[in-house]
């Protein structure tokens, strides 16, 4: 999918978007990634990453493409910008007559596809216009590639067209990258060892000259001194890193040849560039070398290239001037960050080597981005005058009617915390005894399934359980009231809330206490009778759910249980008393307004009413 429109803020306020830019440097070994960001004309390095590619993978391309892709999405859908090789691209200089802007386009398009060859490739090339310079009266620097070249890499990194605001080679990037911190340096030679391959570019006066690229990298270094040493490759990266090599030790001679070996060609190449040039009237020994890449920070090695007579100067890529950082952590980055400043347009020399299909597409983003973000700025603008204006009517009328409106309002608020207060209050009172019967119904499963757990291994059976409200409301053994229809023999259901007090068959009863009452019967006898009680009650009450448990004395037994259940002088009843039902024992909140009525009937009897439960008698027991 297109990139999504970037915006930097000022003080909350979007200015014009896509200033950041993600550049991806991509190697052998590891991938360089550096976010830079460029607003009012200062570039920020905001981010660097090295991306490592691991060497066991069966497929290191699809690994590189998935660590890629974890990294881009940390730092944010930017636009980004690719280094291509330095082999796979073309930079020269040509003359071209003074003439038009239109008609040096068609000289560079010809001389493009005559660089380019007998190719049936489409070409990406730019070119811009230098300082005349030796031979040179009015030198163009024109860089090609071949499309498929920047597509193939796409492709590899697994990244979508549409992302892709510019492509560069490895030469371009090393002089957008020194001459951002250079812009007047004389003769100056850039030099980036990479793993396989070391590029140079050759500036004078203050603007690229020459960029060309040779295979002998760090890996030809590498594979020396393992055979050498009879060691693997990555003990013999951790030697390199480690150890100086380049002393004059006969162990390490063939080490030495093949850093000679690279020198003298990146002299061979520096000389004939020279033999071209020879109206500036230079030597080999005039040029500063300015070394950057992984293999230039191996310690020793900058040192044992300036040890050799008549050697031009070798020095290593220097970090900013405004900042702390190292200045071989700064060359490991030169080429990415050269990458995203040439993206950013802060490049003195453009060689974008973006392919016509992605740069108009491109283009066609930059121009949609920059119309919206002229049309939110005027938008912002207008309302801000609007709002201005609002604010001066507003502010008069305000000031004639503070008190008032504020007295009102003060007003409001307290009706509507009165109000507010009233429904609350009649819709917790509305909704508590609907509360206590859902807690009690919790209590009294709970209480069956400890009864019945405390029967377990036991020949007892519980002959009743019945919540004492109930259970109470019963006459006791010895009264004289009249007993229940014979024909009665299930649960007794009582109605889902308490009767109220009006309804009571007495008036000086005391209340009764919340809890259950569970009647059971014991087949032993004497001693084994009461140890088992005892077992029950010590049992229960190590429960916390109740506050006591006692055995009810024979006077306050009710005759609710099936009398074929039950063994008369073997027959117990016992009393557990709930330590509490919180809804019980929160206060009553008075209100004013009447309490709002359930929604529907049926709604207050959600909690199953407690019944009064009475167990059939057991089978006879064998004597």
Known sequence: MPAHIQFPFIFGVPVLPARRVIAIDPGSRNLKVVMAEAFLNRVRIVHRELVPIPETDPSPAEAAAEQL????????????????????????????PVTSQAEVARLVQNEAYKLAGLSQSKMAYDHCPLHPFGRHANPFWITLCQENEVFSLLE???????NICDATSTGNALMASYLRMYPDTTATVLVDLGMRSTTLAILIDGQGAHAASFALGNEMFLETLAQNLQITIPEAEKLQREQSLLAKNKSNSAYVEIVETWRQELHRLVNEWLIEQVNLKLSLVSFQFILCGGAARQPGFIEYLNRAPDSPAFLPWPGPEDSDEDSAEAGLFAVAEGAALHALGKSLQSASLLPLELRKNWQNQRTSQI??????????????????????????????TAMLGEIQSVWTQIRNLEDNRKKLAGNFEAVRPLLERQQFTYDTLQTLALLQQTRANRSFWHVLFADAQTYFSAPPVGATNEPPPAEFSGPVLPSPFPPPPTLSTTTNRPPVKLGFVAELCIPEEGEAMRRTLSQVVTELKKNARFKSVDVLPPEQRRTLAEPKAVIPDRHFALFLELETNEFLSLPAISTNAPPVPPASPARATIAAPQPVIAWPKPPEAKP
């Open 69 to 96: 892709e974890q990294t881009l999405c940390k730092l944010g859908d930017y636009p980004l910008a690719l280094v291509l090789p330095q082999h796979t691209t073309h930079s020269q200089i040509v003359d071209l």
């Open 156 to 162: 590899n990194l697994k990244l979508e067209r549409e």
């Open 371 to 400: 119309v919206q973000s002229l049309s939110f700025m005027l938008l912002l603008v207008a309302a801000m005058l609007l709002a201005f204006g609002a604010w001066q009517k507003s502010n008069i009328i305000n000031r004639k």
